[in-house]
Nanobody
Framework: QVQLVESGGGSVQAGGSLRLSCAAS????????MGWFRQAPGKEREGVAS??????RYTDSVKGRFTISKDKAKNTLYLQMNNLKPEDTAMYYC????????????????????WGQGTQVTVSS
């Protein structure tokens, strides 16, 4: 089993920055592919960024503003979010699966094996 615990959410003004963290524990060999997902009120959950070995992927709306990284020694995933916009407001979730080769596997909601409880990000204009 794997436990994922997110932290770092909060409220910021547009243009501000936040860094989300996701601490993984348990069978971390099952979490080689990790990613960040978000869900805004009334909208479907979507993939934001993922990392698998040295490969990173981003949804188009966050490219150039968000950076995903992973500290293997700490089993912790990060999402550095810069130049935040009101449309980034959402609950952000950390998720993991054993591997991901295609973009669909990396950023697709379906197929993620483990999920965290989420951390709220609110960006005001």
């Amino acid at each position: 089993q794997v436990q994922l615990v997110e932290s770092g959410g909060g409220s910021v003004q547009a243009g501000g920055s936040l860094r989300l963290s996701c601490a993984a524990s348990g069978d971390t060999d099952s979490t080689l592919c990790m990613g960040w997902f978000r869900q805004a009120p009334g909208k479907e959950r979507e993939g934001v960024a993922s990392i698998f070995a040295v490969n990173t992927r981003y949804t188009d709306s966050v490219k150039g503003r968000f950076t995903i990284s992973k500290d293997k020694a700490k089993n912790t995933l990060y999402l550095q979010m810069n130049n935040l916009k009101p449309e980034d407001t959402a609950m952000y979730y950390c998720a993991a699966r054993v591997s991901c080769v295609t973009s669909g596997q990396a950023l697709g909601v379906t197929g993620q094996r483990y999920w965290g409880q989420g951390t709220q990000v609110t960006v005001s204009s």
